[in-house]
């Protein structure tokens, strides 16, 4: 046995003990008659003492050790004179007796410290390093923490985890699938799924009632700074419900986690339509940690000559509490902000509602003091406040006030990652037009149910289709999504058929699942959670690959392993395949 | 909402209350003035009572529907004249009011019963609906209810779940690696995990101290009945253990889920090391349901001119309990069991005790009546018993007599499928020679800790030097193994070295490993045990298909969606591969 205790958990109570710990060196301070060292691991760090007096050949050992040696002490637990309140330890100390060196260590590359002064590739590279630090470590916690709780409440909803395949099948469709050849089903291959999608659905036809699974999904696509090439989801699926059975069942699995892990009551969630979150937020994942909704200034604003305004699509504002003192110089760089390519407004037209009533705007050439009231009364804004105002193409100055509403709220410091403002999106599209390929995409996927009522427009008018479809949406941030799924075959098919499936196609790679269709499938519907976001969004971070134990970087590298890699020539002729010679 | 109740909780208490009830029709009982359904969902069956008298348009409606119909139902919950004890719901009917289709059903290609009179192949290619079988739900069930129980078990225990990468790194050793192409970086593969062995030890260096998985592992070689491509672990690992802390843990999680999920007091383990096991079975997993221990014969059977033993490596019996009446035909069987090519023993010498104390052998030419008392005094026969003799090279004859012994248990019924005996198998030899590759492999794998007063062996007899590496053996099947590891940059060079491995392939492949050892590696080990065939062990079968929601077939094909298949040619082009040409 190499330890009695570890290094979280002696107290006062233990006084007197007789006691043997394991762990790392995490700082050693020698004050001459005495050296003490801060003993860490996973659970705590306890203060060990080294005696010159008592002990001498001892602490001139220990003296000699680095920080991150691996040692195992023996000793005596002892109050503490200089108590540390903070620390669970933080009464006692281990009078040393005996230590053995376990495994030495080289001097890190970086410091094991909160704030390290390593850079990210370098840590990544060293990534069993950087998890020892305190703030790694305790994400990687919050994430079990959270898996565990999301184990404990499905349970206890009498849902089932379900293991579905990670080698599938891959489809046309599937241009960012990972593909896996099958040596012994040579020039054919597996592909990794993006989600367990079918496979769930068929477990509803199966009869199993409530599935859930946290399961590893796969896509092959160029990375942003918050997405990895395999990510995990909470991936769900319920049968005989309604939309209202899932939104209640998953706000309930939030409120859950907020309350176990987080110690946060959470309220019912509100519900957003698709179209009002467009209308008042300009985008479908809108943060409500704060107001700040959109007005629409068209109608107030037209025939007075503005030709940039009557010309516009669409006039629309926010009402900015308290910045009427913005400067010239802080307005310039909102316009600048909104100007950017990404957001591609044109420009930026505020007034100030000062504090003695008065209005000033930018386009007072065209809009007298009257006219201005009238934009300060159907904005509410108040003495003190600052309008703000974009115009032009509806879809890009939705997008970019979007943008500028959320860098507002940054700057006012309304966006409080320790406050959690959940919201419903529901009745999305069921499709949507892209131009590019000049057909209709799934705005969802292809196995979303529209809403019943709107069925017969599938024909006439697919644009305006509604699918029974939702997202939870948490400070701004997609947590996830689902709906209520097809369990027609008919309907299945027309659905294929609009997004350009050939009756062939559709039949090669979901045959299974439409002949599944045929024999009493229920009606069923999910969602799936982003469960490395939702760490995060929990942790109160952004950065994603802060809550994943080994991640990849930005283009899909581990660096510590360093893949991916070549493989050899005989593993490639085994399989099947070569290389594409370059041409 | 589409129910009020699901099929397997209603009873007397509910008498009278209006329900809603949702499933599939199991079989319908039309006996003129009424008809009787029994509704089906995952959680039971209930009765439904048509009443041609007050409900005859309905009554006429539910005749029409056929098996596997889904449905729902209103009305009354009324008491049963006629009771079924044996169901939950046994005591009472719905007498229905009125019905919704929710979907039609096709006749499923087989039926829907615990003896489906549907084949394999079939069953696979409509796995949903195979999975609506009672048997196979059940397996699925108890599997999801194996995973909680190990997961409640680990985690009161203080173990953390890390998801360790499924995208990893292709090493020349991985022949059996899956290999994934990657888009984004061309001409360059990730390998799909055959265990997380290397991520669970840089998961200790990194101090997590206590690490489990339930993790899908992949492994691409020809299958037998009882393998898959892709396969499930409770993969763990444990920082400052010895072997005796391990063996602890996870016999008291085997106890854990025999007790909570089979309701199964489990005694402790006994040990066996390899040595004994090899000695007294002839076989490193052992079943131990059943004594019937080899006993060697070699001594008081030499010097007798009996040409076949006294040149033979080993001379081995068993006595099986009570067979002495065995015909000639049955001990010819025996004999043509043992002369198989897959076992190999030349033939089989038989003596059996009578009722009546005498002994009669095949070898009588040879060995007179007291020769033949000794036999049976060594291998504690009673009047009655069979004592059945292989001899020869000593691998091939422990190993033909391994196989005669589970024979002769089975015959005997002494191995119950609702017994369980498990066992530690410890101090497997570290190294085993390959003779075709005339080279040393690890017999565990290559980070396995020698046994530390065996390390000088390493060069001299490097196959005398024993590990620190154990199974877990119930009723001889191997449920999972682990080992001590190597935690000194050094050894594991040495043990690289022994494997045959440059030192530039070494730093090649296990360089992170390596470099990791040397910032401060705590002293580790763990194991991994088999989740699919501890399921089925647990579920009292043996194939573990029956334990897997979407297995493939012994081609690693899945026969429901026809996976793996071929990708079309624009996706090999992006990916950088194209198909070899037939040379």
């Known amino acids: 046995m190499y330890r009695t205790n570890h290094c979280g958990e002696l107290n006062i109570q233990d006084i007197g003990k007789e006691v043997s710990l394991c762990g790392w060196i995490q700082r050693s301070r020698d004050l001459g ?8 691991d996973r659970y705590g760090i306890t203060q060990l003492v080294f005696n010159m007096e ?25 109050e503490r004179s200089n108590k540390n309140s903070k620390m669970s330890t933080g009464d006692i100390e281990i009078n040393a007796e005996k230590v053995e ?30 998890l020892r630090r305190n703030i790694l470590r305790k994400n990687i916690e919050l994430r079990y923490l959270v898996s565990r709780e999301t184990r404990n409440y499905l349970d206890a909803q009498k849902f089932m985890e379900i293991e579905t395949p990670v080698l599938i099948k891959s489809t046309p469709e599937g241009a960012r699938d990972f593909v896996v050849p099958s040596r012994m089903n040579p020039g054919e291959f597996y592909a990794l799924p993006q989600s367990p999608q079918t496979f769930k659905q068929l477990l509803m036809v199966a009869g199993f009632d409530k599935y ?13 700074a918050d997405r990895q090439p395999e990510f ?34 959470m309220g019912s969630f ?15 994942k809108p943060d409500i940690r704060f107001d700040m909704k959109f007005v629409d200034l068209k109608e107030v604003s037209k025939g007075k000559s503005f030709k940039v305004f009557d010309d516009a699509e669409s006039v629309l504002a926010i009402c900015v509490k308290g910045c009427a003192e913005y400067t010239r110089k802080q307005l310039d760089e909102l316009t600048d902000f909104v100007k950017r390519p990404q957001l591609g407004a044109s420009g930026m037209v505020y007034a100030r509602v ?14 007298d003091e009257n006219d201005l009231k009238i934009w300060a009364e159907k904005c509410d804004a108040q003495n003190g406040d600052l309008i703000l105002i974009l115009a032009g193409k509806d879809s890009t100055c939705r997008k970019a006030l979007s943008e500028l509403r959320l860098e507002m ?8 990652s320790d406050v959690f403002a959940p919201l419903w999106v529901t009745d999305f599209p069921l499709l949507e037009f892209n131009e590019e390929g000049n057909r209709w995409h799934a705005m969802h996927h292809p196995f979303t149910s529209p809403n019943i009522e709107d069925i017969p427009l599938l024909d006439s008018n697919p644009g305006a289709v509604r699918a029974i479809a939702y997202d939870m949406v948490i400070n701004g941030v997609e947590v996830g999504g689902g709906s209520i799924r097809i369990h027609n075959k008919e309907l299945q098919k027309k659905m294929l058929k609009i997004l350009g499936f050939s009756d062939e196609d559709a039949s090669a790679q979901f045959g299974f699942l439409m002949n599944a269709f045929e024999y009493g499938a229920p009606p069923h519907g999910g969602l799936a959670l982003g469960f490395d976001r939702l760490c995060a969004l929990i942790g109160e971070a952004d950065n994603i690959r802060d809550f994943i134990a080994f991640p990849k970087n930005n283009s899909g590298r581990d660096m510590m392993i360093d893949a991916p890699s070549s493989i050899s020539l005989e593993q490639l002729k085994e399989l099947g395949i070569e290389l594409k010679k370059n041409e």
Chains 1, 2 share one sequence.
């Open 54 to 78: 008592t002990h001498p050949a001892l602490c001139e050992e220990i003296r000699g050790l680095g920080r991150e040696f691996v040692i195992q002490v023996q000793g005596k637990v002892a």
């Open 409 to 416: 709220g940054m700057r006012l410091g309304l966006r409080k």
């Open 232 to 265: 995990t989801q909470i991936d769900c699926e319920m049968s005989f419900v309604t939309q209202e059975d899932i939104l209640k069942t998953f706000e309930g699995l939030a409120v859950h986690l907020f309350k176990n892990v987080k110690k946060i009551e």
């Open 354 to 367: 000062n504090m003695d009533g008065s209005i000033k705007s930018s386009v007072d050439k065209f809009y």
């Open 270 to 284: 509100p519900r957003m339509s698709y179209a009002d979150a467009m209308k008042y937020y300009g985008n479908d």
């Open 212 to 224: 859930f699974q946290l399961v590893k999904c796969f896509r092959d696509e160029d990375l942003r």
């Open 101 to 130: 060196i376990l495994n030495p260590s080289k001097t890190p590359p970086f410091t094991i410290e909160d704030q390290s002064d390593g850079g990210e590739e370098l840590r990544m590279k060293y990534r069993y390093l950087d």
């Open 33 to 40: 008659g005495m050296t003490f060292v801060d003993l860490r």
